[in-house]
């Protein structure tokens, strides 16, 4: 093949790549409330379909815990440790105590 015909099927086959790219469907403007809708709908229909599907491999919250550790006398960062804020504590522990039933320390 000569040079001339070599360029000129690589000239070629370049115009179709362009042509095809340009013909191709693309996203303009006026989809994107279209498409963000949809996606909504998707991920509202997965959550109410798959919300309450859950590993429950550590069922006690942190601040559970911590409650129920000052309710039975231990105290913070000298009995165990304790990466919680003071409101956080006093909120859990006065909540613990007062819901308590009357036999509990």
Not at 26 to 33: A, E, K, Q, T
Request: glycine residues 8%; aromatic residues 10%.
């Amino acid at each position: 093949m000569s040079r001339r015909k070599k360029s000129a099927a690589l000239e070629q086959s370049r115009e179709s790549v362009n042509l095809t790219v340009e013909k191709s469907a693309r996203l303009d403007g006026r989809d994107y409330p279209f498409l963000i809708g949809f996606v909504a709908l998707l991920i509202a229909f997965a959550i109410s379909q798959l919300g309450m599907v859950q590993f429950g491999g550590f069922d006690h919250s942190v601040l559970v815990d911590v409650a129920w550790r000052l309710v039975q006398g231990q105290k913070p960062h000298v009995d165990f440790p304790c990466t919680l804020p003071v409101g956080f504590i006093i909120g859990a522990n006065t909540l613990f105590r007062s819901s308590a039933s009357p036999g509990a320390p």
